[in-house]
């Protein structure tokens, strides 16, 4: 079943979802300071942006691996660098003091889900998430019966997640714990994130 073929793809894009970065620091801090329903207008912005995102990225893979073959292998050795990239940040997350936490305090459900869109939106990591998503997981631009399947399953698995956060952190007591979680969170990401990218670059001189 195609679904099944998506799911080891989906399963690293919530380990995304996940990890904290721009989209999430701003749902957790809006949920934190301006309450439930603040936040989950940052979850919808959140799964309406990567509905898009996905759309753009998923096609104009397609097409472009469908017009030119041989540049799936320079794509392996991008998405590996940039693995290894991205587990060097988390990694010195994790090791770096703990900064304070903030809230974002009196947001409407509308000012609230239009921030979170523009975060979303102008967000870099969201581009070259995509691209370490493509390169460990073609399948997912391979026709496009999987292309729309990840695209909703990604714009769902965005909001869920989002939607999770906004609930959790509107309570009093989740900005304490979420302090513990942080930097060891970051640390597990990061060598995950490091055995990945060694085994994308691997391949892409073999």
């Keep these: 079943m195609p679904f099944f073929d998506l799911l080891p793809a989906l399963g690293f894009f919530l380990l995304n979802v996940f990890v904290p970065g721009p989209n999430v620091l701003n749902t957790i801090a809006t949920a934190t300071g301006s309450g ?42 991008i998405g590996g660098s940039l693995l290894i ?43 070259t998430t995509w691209l370490a998503v493509i390169s460990l997981f073609p399948i997912i631009t391979d026709g496009v019966p999987n292309i729309l399947g990840f695209i909703l399953l990604s714009a769902a698995a965005s909001f869920s997640g989002h939607a999770l956060f906004a609930s959790f952190f509107s309570s009093k007591t989740a900005a304490g714990i979420y302090l513990v979680l942080y930097r060891p969170l970051n640390g597990l990401v990061g060598i995950g994130f490091f055995v990945y990218g060694v085994k994308l670059l691997s391949d892409a001189f073999v």
């Design 36 to 77: 439930y329903r603040a936040g989950l207008a940052c979850a919808l912005a959140c799964g309406l942006g990567i509905l898009l995102w996905a759309s753009a990225a998923l096609f104009g893979a397609a097409a472009f691996f469908q017009t030119y073959p041989l540049a799936t292998q320079s794509l392996i050795f």
């Design 85 to 127: 990239y991205f587990a060097v940040r988390y990694v010195r997350k994790a090791i770096n003091p703990q900064s304070d936490f903030l809230s974002i305090h009196d947001q409407t459900f509308a000012s609230a889900f239009w921030q979170a869109f523009l975060v979303m939106m102008t967000n870099p990591k969201v581009l």
